[in-house]
């Protein structure tokens, strides 16, 4: 009998286990070698941009423009790590003398770079103090216990973060775990539609929305950053919630909670007494000062029309005293270990990418043959935003979100010369298109949730193509009518 049961054993021969190897090391390799294929295909279009350039370009605008392409593409196919294209790019524009440092290492200069840095901070500071998880508990008793509750209750909890917390990675690295404790919780197991509303509530809902405020979102920032830079034009935090909010924010935000509920329909949660222990315990010393922190820059920030300080500067106030190390509201090792600085550079490169565009001239040849294709016409407003519109929409699809303030800023003012329109509206036309997710790769951000949450792919850019549709047909107009009556057309 036993005989038997040995016989019975599958027993693996060597070409078997050979197979099998070959197998488990051809994977790897494989994914290897798709990067190496997307990082060849970035640097052959590079090469192959520059040479074209130069037979039209002087010499420092063809670098310039091979640069951009070979920076924009890795972006794109995130082929490397984000802060990777950013050092080359110091390297390449320094090494050939594409611009001056100054000009270069501009990113680092701008308050909107130091803005970044703050809300880093501030969010390690709201893991640290324990403030995040008692925002969670409380948000548990809030939901209620139907299921469009939750998805509503998620979603507004994403968007009321993005106030406080300026960054949309931060934000998602700090509510995915949250939600996927709710969710099972709530007895929504893995790949269930309720589970997945949830989490795309979370996600969607404290980055769609959230590029309707200035500082919480990298290509918001960005853009700001350009314009500070290269026009010394300030994007007021209040104006431009006020020209934004209420129909890129709070109306999407709403139809963002109808369209979840609709495609990833649910029964109601099965439990929903979750514990208490975090609410009952009262407040400690160090998350009532951080609340009082974070209320202070929210203030502060809603009201920089009147005192002037731009929004960089008073996160990295707030910043200081959490790092102070008598204030107990970091660790002591936050800079070393809680804050990651790729985004950082990213940010840093992209604004510097800009203003090189901008300083080699390329923006403005580039912009010649744009005028020629575009059909601007300075009696017809409309018009021009409609195709400002079409035209930052394409480069966000063929480049990423970011990339459209790196690629469109340069050239904001030499298109307010050929529309007639106001350099503000020119810069705020680039709104309309960053805020609008065609694909999740175009996001950073919804990337990182769709790892954190184990996310379908399919769902998620379904909800982007279903959102992206509402925005052209529904929002962009209803926007364009709210500028009407802001007088901003």
Known sequence: MSEHRLQSQPVSTDAERHTGLSASMTAPSSRLSRRSQQVIAVIT?????????????????????????????????AAVPEYWPALAFFTVAMVFEIAPAAT??????????????????????????????????????MIGTRYSSIISGILVFGLALAFVMPSAMGRIVLLMPIIIAL??????????????????????????????????????????????????????????????FP????????????????????????QNTPSQADTRNPMTSEECRLSAVLGLCL??????GIHNISPGWIGLAAALYCLW???????????????KYAPLLFVAGIMGLGAVISASGLGE????????????????????????????????????????????????????????????????????????????????????????????????????LIMFAISVVLLTPLDLLWWQILGML
Not at 46 to 61: K, R
Not at 114 to 137: H, V
Not at 194 to 209: E, Q, S, V, Y
Not at 299 to 304: A, E, G, Q, R, Y
């Open 299 to 304: 203030i502060l920030w809603f009201t920089d």
């Open 183 to 244: 969710a099972d919780h709530s007895g929504y197991p893995a790949g269930s539609n309720g589970r997945i509303g949830m989490l795309t509530a979370a996600a969607f809902g404290t980055c769609l929305p959230a590029f309707a405020i200035l500082p919480s979102n990298a290509p918001n920032m960005i853009l700001a950053g350009m314009a500070e830079n290269l026009y010394g034009h300030d994007l007021a935090y209040w104006d431009y919630l006020l020209l934004h």
């Open 247 to 270: 129909v890129l924010g709070a109306l999407k935000a709403a139809l963002l909670v109808c369209v979840i509920l609709w495609i990833f329909p649910d029964r109601a949660p099965t």
């Open 45 to 77: 279009a590079a090469i192959i941009t520059g040479f074209i350039a130069a037979d039209f370009l002087p010499l420092q605008m063809a670098v310039a423009s091979a640069l951009t392409v070979f920076c924009i593409g890795l972006w794109a196919t």
């Open 365 to 464: 040849s580039l912009l010649q043959n744009l005028n020629e294709q575009a059909g601007f016409s300075a009696d017809q407003p409309l018009w021009n935003i409609v195709v400002l519109t079409a035209i930052s929409t394409l480069v966000a699809i063929v480049t990423n979100l970011p990339g459209v303030p790196a690629i469109l800023t340069p050239i904001a003012s030499d298109l307010t010369s050929l529309t007639g329109l106001p350099l503000t509206t020119v810069l705020m036309t680039q709104v309309l298109a960053f805020s609008n997710v065609f694909l999740p790769y175009q996001a950073p951000p919804l990337i990182t949730a769709i790892q954190l949450g184990q996310l379908p792919i399919k769902a998620v850019t379904k909800l982007c």
């Open 325 to 339: 190390p008598s204030s107990r509201l970091t660790s002591k090792n936050c800079l070393n270990e809680d804050i």
């Open 104 to 141: 270069v290492f501009s990113g680092f200069q701008s308050s909107t770079f130091w803005l970044l840095f703050s809300g880093l901070i501030l969010g390690a500071a709201i893991n640290f103090t324990g403030l995040g998880r008692r925002a969670a508990a409380l948000l548990s008793r």
